[in-house]
């Protein structure tokens, strides 16, 4: 019998390509490699988020050996607790990361029922078929690692999400020297976080950003708030640091960095001198020019800190001019408008705002195109699998492999549901598993769908009218017809329209002598007419004939 | 009695300040620049277009005393319907300007009510108290115009929208020379567009894009399409330089570029060579490599040519792996995620897509920092107005001027909506004028407002439920009512939520014995307390109580 290929399905239906979730197989053994959340597009009206869908799991349960966690962030946890539910294989992750993880779980109860454990650079695992090594990569937030798996076919190398910064906040530089030895064992395929593949040059350090700081301290005159990501903890060492160069203190403004601080401190990732925490709350009563608040919303997210105080709607912290803000984060895609909105309001309010294209007050965690080629050639493997991208990403990656050398039919980009398949000779691209992924909208999941999401768009294009219409015994209209709108028409700006409309169903009732159901779609069809032919819109109409 | 001061008021509520519509009023004479429109945000729900609101001129039509275009950009002159069935004042405009104009009153069946002029640069017009004198500068659109406007109380300069390109491809560069004329008049007021405040360095010209267009020529292999705004008729003029170049012929898709196309050829300002135009249906025929097509779709518009490419459903024209598309268009901001992934999609289908970040295919009309350093310099105004550009585009070109010397209290940032009054002496920023935006869906223009937008959105959160419940004479439910439910869940899916919520109206009606109109705000209370304790989702629920 011919020995199995390795098969590497990237899940989810769109968004970046395998950043959510995927999974490595050979034979009977399967690994799961993260398991998080994506955010919903402008378009899919009213969802919370996305999770992917993991339905071609389900018969294989027993056959999940891991789930391993590389970083802390949401779009690598936030699915945890959904997989878990049907899947409960034990979760691997390093101290930081699952202590974030932990959270997550204690939130859906699930934290007794779930076998976690610690892993460190260096560990190594096995798994089946599989040995799982971690290693150390730079990212923005600590103890994330990049994957190397041992297989009967060959290592594979994964990334993580990863920049080569030599001078990063926490820990060390990413470990070179380990991938240097993979290179030396000889490595099969490589996977590569492809985010910034269309950014020439190499991602700035963090440290870098220590000296745009340092310029708006010595020059702000009074209160800074800084923004940031809730789980980029090195952010919030680094304002940690230059509050107390500049003689301030530090208060943290929402619930999510709140608890990502308590957790980061509790395991050592994060050094807050004492005397420098205030609660939000005190700071008012400080001296402005003696103050920086840390808070979330950089996203433009009403709800969040940032978001509330562009609203003037924050329970401790009211801005004045003479405030400063520090936007230090990047608008994630599809964001743009309403961070930007956000910004606007914070001027309105008479703050300063600094962000990111006026100041270097952020840099990306992601590695731009010399980083990706210096992995490549750090690597030098067989095959190369661009991930962690929109396709266009996926695509410009490629390019910068085949310009190092890496033939073509070595590189293989696939969307998310596709089966990867390889062996030591080639690399293919097979079947697509079922599946997509999956909208969570309040306490549901999975009960949205495509038509449920149109009929949103439909009512949220034009509206709905419903028209109730009395008829009597001889199938007359009895009474006036109650019309009801809803995002259609201001129904006292419009008075005619709806005299227009009464007038048409009474037109199209009487006599029709029809079913109340015939009557009923009589009814939701001339009024469609009409209202079309006034407005040029097309609301949903709804009619309900009621006999009396 | 004092004489007058001069007042300044940018029109509209949302967008950037000054860029749709702007008044400059003396005493009795007002004039209007521009009458564009915005497009609407992500969360503006099925909202067509935006114009500005211009009710605080309807009781001063007599006064206005002309309507200046500064060029045929949509943002600048598609609301100008609008204005003239309400305000009909001369209008005046360059020859290529005037011809996109006529299209649209064309449509608008306005054409013979209204009275145009031509301008060319140089020309000086007198309205009542105001001189106005249009100067060349360069934009993305040739037959653009800055405007000087001499007034009683001193010279205002106004950049229109602008950026200081060497080497332009249609015409002369920016006029320095009638800049620094200005200068030696002296200037009271400049007002510069800001839209690039928060971009360093130097915009480059319009004429760089031609080596990375030619560049993409010797590389393509198949067919190239090159989308870009249906306006940018100099980009036009580029790509079918170098189609002849390369031994191409030029097709041009979409209704708005070939009605473009077609003025700019009859008004000279775009030079087709003969024989190098085709039809895009005959296309098909031709060798691949011998194919160039213009097209429209950069913003992400479904019903656009690209967004009818990426969705395989063009009439004319299928992608194939081989072909090339060149987004030159950069997005406009909020367009960010329907652009990106349109270019996914596009990749799907097998070309290769350059965009911006990639290529440089692009570049901005409007100036850079150091550009709008210069025009500071070049005319040396007392008192400077950044406009053209969201607040914080204001408040950093606002930054700009101070760095260059102008006073704080000489420069005047407002939102639109303000009116800005000044004399030789000062700039102050007084009332707020009555007014904002107007929606434009359909064909009606004003209807709907903020009321109808919020509960657009609501509908599209989470949907609407309908329940109607029959009562009989005792006030008991006589039958099983009907729940009819839309964007909320999948009804197949939720038989037991719909069961549920039938018993809980059932159970509150049931002896309620009171008036259909309690009755009925009674069910929708139950039904949506019901709901949100289910679901953790709260649809719109309409109960319509029919007596049996």
């Known amino acids: 019998m011919a020995s199995p290929k390795l098969r590497i399905i990237p899940l989810g239906g769109l968004g970046e390509v395998g950043k959510n979730m995927m999974t490595v197989e050979y034979g009977e053994d399967i690994i799961i490699i993260d398991a998080g959340i994506m955010f919903p597009e402008n378009d899919m009206l009213g969802i919370d988020f996305i999770i992917p869908d993991f339905q071609y799991l389900l018969d294989k349960k027993d056959r999940v050996r891991a789930i391993i966690i590389t970083h802390g962030h949401e779009d690598h946890t936030g699915a945890l607790p959904y997989v878990l539910r049907q899947i409960n294989a034990p979760v691997y992750a390093t101290a930081l990361t699952r202590g974030l993880i932990e959270v997550k779980l204690k939130q859906a109860k699930l934290l007794n029922e779930v076998s976690i454990t610690t892993i460190r650079p260096g560990d190594r695992l096995t798994f089946g078929a599989f040995t799982v090594e971690p290693y150390h990569v730079c990212h923005s937030i600590p103890d994330n690692v990049g994957l190397a798996i041992d297989t009967p076919l060959g290592l594979i190398v994964h990334s993580g999400d990863f920049k080569f910064d030599h001078t990063p906040v926490h820990g060390k530089p990413t470990d070179f020297a380990k991938l240097a030895e993979f290179s030396g064992r000889g490595v099969l395929a490589l996977l590569s976080d492809s985010t910034n593949a269309d950014r020439p040059g190499w991602t700035r350090s963090e440290r870098t950003i220590d000296a745009a700081f340092d310029e708006v301290f010595r020059r702000a005159s009074g209160r800074i708030i800084v923004a940031t990501?809730?789980?980029?903890?090195?952010?919030?060492?680094?304002?940690?640091?230059?509050?107390?160069?500049?003689?301030?203190?530090?208060?943290?403004?929402?619930?999510?960095?709140?608890?990502?601080?308590?957790?980061?401190?509790?395991?050592?990732?994060?050094?807050?001198?004492?005397?420098?925490?205030?609660?939000?709350?005190?700071?008012?009563?400080?001296?402005?020019?003696?103050?920086?608040?840390?808070?979330?919303?950089?996203?433009?997210?009403?709800?969040?800190?940032?978001?509330?105080?562009?609203?003037?709607?924050?329970?401790?912290?009211?801005?004045?001019?003479?405030?400063?803000?520090?936007?230090?984060?990047?608008?994630?895609?599809?964001?743009?408008?309403?961070?930007?909105?956000?910004i606007n309001r914070l001027f309105q309010r008479g703050a300063d705002v600094l962000y990111d294209t006026i100041a270097p007050v952020h840099v990306s965690g992601h590695a731009s195109q010399e980083e990706q080629k210096l992995l490549i050639n750090l690597v030098r493997p067989k095959f190369f699998i661009p991930i962690h991208g929109e396709l266009r990403h996926l695509k410009q990656h490629a390019k910068i492999a085949a310009e190092l050398g890496i033939p073509h039919d070595h590189i293989a980009v696939v969307e998310n549901g596709y089966v990867l398949e390889l062996d030591q000779e080639s690399i293919t691209v097979g079947e697509r598993v079922p599946g997509g992924y999956v909208f969570v909208d309040g306490s549901s999941v999975g009960e949205v769908g495509p038509a449920v999401i149109r009929d949103r768009e439909a009512l949220a294009r034009d509206g709905i009218v419903i028209a109730v219409v009395p008829i009597d015994s001889t199938g007359h209209v009895s009474d006036r017809p109650e019309i009801i709108s809803r995002g259609f028409i201001h129904p006292r700006d419009s008075q005619e329209l709806i005299e227009g409309a009464r007038q048409n169903i009474?037109?199209?009732?009487?006599?029709?002598?029809?079913?109340?159901?015939?009557?009923?779609?009589?009814?939701?069809?001339?009024l469609s007419a009409y209202f079309y032919s006034e407005t040029k819109r097309r609301p949903m109409v709804f009619a309900v004939v009621t006999k009396t």
């Open 229 to 342: 990501f809730a789980s980029l903890i090195s952010r919030i060492q680094q304002v940690a640091a230059c509050a107390q160069r500049h003689g301030r203190v530090m208060a943290i403004a929402g619930l999510s960095m709140v608890e990502n601080v308590r957790i980061a401190q509790e395991l050592g990732y994060l050094d807050l001198p004492a005397g420098l925490l205030v609660k939000p709350e005190d700071t008012a009563k400080l001296p402005p020019e003696k103050v920086v608040i840390m808070a979330t919303g950089t996203q433009g997210e009403p709800s969040a800190v940032l978001g509330r105080l562009a609203h003037g709607k924050h329970r401790w912290i009211t801005l004045v001019p003479g405030d400063t803000v520090i936007m230090s984060a990047h608008p994630i895609p599809g964001n743009e408008e309403m961070v930007h909105r956000t």
């Open 506 to 526: 009474i037109r199209s009732v009487n006599g029709y002598g029809s079913s109340p159901d015939a009557l009923r779609m009589e009814v939701e069809e001339v």
